[in-house]
T-cell receptor
Framework: KAGVTQTPRYLIKTRGQQVTLSCSPISGHRSVSWYQQTPGQGLQFLFEYFSETQRNKGNFPGRFSGRQFSNSRSEMNVSTLELGDSALYLC?????????????FGSGTRLTVV | GQQLNQSPQSMFIQEGEDVSMNCTSSSIFNTWLWYKQDPGEGPVLLIALYKAGELTSNGRLTAQFGITRKDSFLNISASIPSDVGIYFCAGQLTGTASKLTFGTGTRLQVTL
């Protein structure tokens, strides 16, 4: 059974640009959550999608957005990149929005903003 | 953002020693999870705790969900070199939008 797949693994962008990250959940999982991991702030919850709808949202500015497709794949977009957006972005999937059973993380996308 | 208080921040131990780390919070959690993260990878679930007072083992790992639902500990017995990594506790707060709130992490280094 394939795990959670995140692409790309590494990305370098310039300040002011925008970026889109992709996450394919485990087959059969319909909930996808996104997290940002930085040395200073640790792992912070961004948002969660289930059935193409945003279910939960963390405390991040509107520059961070996401969406989910009918096949449960999710994308995360960050607009007007800032240096502080450099981080490891992780997604996790689970079977249902209200369940942590089988909650599995991908390997992440390392974003560097220069 | 809110984080759980995890201690110790880092530890150097010798192979074969037992390890203990814990997480505390001022808020009540309805689920506690313990993860291990290797460099450049995502966290991997070690143990999940769903009920106050619950004690669960996974091989050499044992974790407990505190009775007050505000703390949890993880013990690793007879550590081996592959135990090296960063261990995170994570909890799901009742009544909040956050899926998981993570601890600050414990970096474990094992010497031969």
């Amino acid at each position: 059974k394939a795990g959670v797949t995140q692409t790309p693994r590494y990305l370098i962008k310039t300040r002011g640009q925008q970026v889109t990250l992709s996450c394919s959940p485990i087959s059969g999982h319909r909930s996808v959550s996104w997290y940002q991991q930085t040395p200073g702030q640790g792992l912070q919850f961004l948002f969660e999608y289930f059935s193409e709808t945003q279910r939960n949202k963390g405390n991040f500015p509107g520059r961070f957005s996401g969406r989910q497709f009918s096949n449960s794949r999710s994308e995360m977009n960050v607009s007007t990149l800032e240096l502080g957006d450099s981080a490891l972005y992780l997604c996790a999937s689970s079977s249902n929005w209200d369940s942590l059973v089988g909650y599995t993380f991908g390997s992440g996308t390392r974003l560097t903003v220069v | 953002g809110q984080q759980l208080n995890q201690s110790p921040q880092s530890m150097f131990i010798q192979e074969g020693e037992d390890v203990s780390m814990n997480c505390t919070s001022s808020s009540i959690f309805n689920t506690w999870l313990w993860y291990k993260q290797d460099p450049g990878e995502g966290p991997v679930l070690l143990i999940a705790l769903y009920k106050a007072g619950e004690l669960t083992s996974n091989g050499r790992l044992t974790a407990q969900f505190g009775i007050t639902r505000k703390d949890s500990f993880l013990n690793i017995s007879a550590s081996i070199p592959s135990d090296v990594g960063i261990y995170f506790c994570a909890g799901q707060l009742t009544g909040t939008a956050s899926k998981l709130t993570f601890g600050t992490g414990t970096r474990l280094q094992v010497t031969l």
